[in-house]
């Protein structure tokens, strides 16, 4: 599984994106994860296997929307409402997570090579 992301760029604050990543099989659950400057990579968003359930970090719960093209073999995220503390390399991800470890970095096999999101004014 070879994964592409694509998307990223400078918005201002309140300002929308959304990510792609394309590679993504439809047998894969699937998550977004990012890095800010001087953090650890953080969980953000993830569909299971499925695909018809998703589930989100807290800090962007309301905002961000993720959502999977089957026929397209991508996996979006839709970023609304971006905040300065939003900015990160966001990176996507596959694997078969159990629920109790969806939102574990550790539970996905495959990734994309980051894709960078700078909010600022």
């Known amino acids: 599984v070879q994964l592409q992301a694509s998307g990223g760029g400078l918005v201002q604050p309140g300002g929308s994106l959304r990510l792609s990543c394309a590679g993504a099989?439809?047998?894969?659950?699937m998550a977004w994860f990012r890095q800010g400057p001087g953090k650890e990579r953080e969980f953000v968003a993830a569909?299971?296997?499925?695909?018809?359930?998703?589930y989100y970090a807290d800090s962007v719960k309301g905002r961000f929307i993720i959502s999977r093209d089957n026929a397209r073999n991508t996996v979006s995220l839709q970023m609304n409402s971006l905040k300065p503390e939003d900015t990160a390399v966001y990176y996507c991800?596959?694997?078969?997570?159990?629920?109790?470890?969806?939102?574990?970095?550790?539970?996905?096999?495959?990734w994309g090579q980051g894709t960078q999101v700078t909010v600022s004014s």
């Open positions: 991800a596959a694997g078969r997570p159990i629920l109790s470890t969806l939102t574990m970095a550790g539970a996905y096999a495959y």
């Open positions: 569909l299971r296997q499925s695909g018809s359930n998703s």
């Open positions: 099989g439809r047998t894969y659950g």
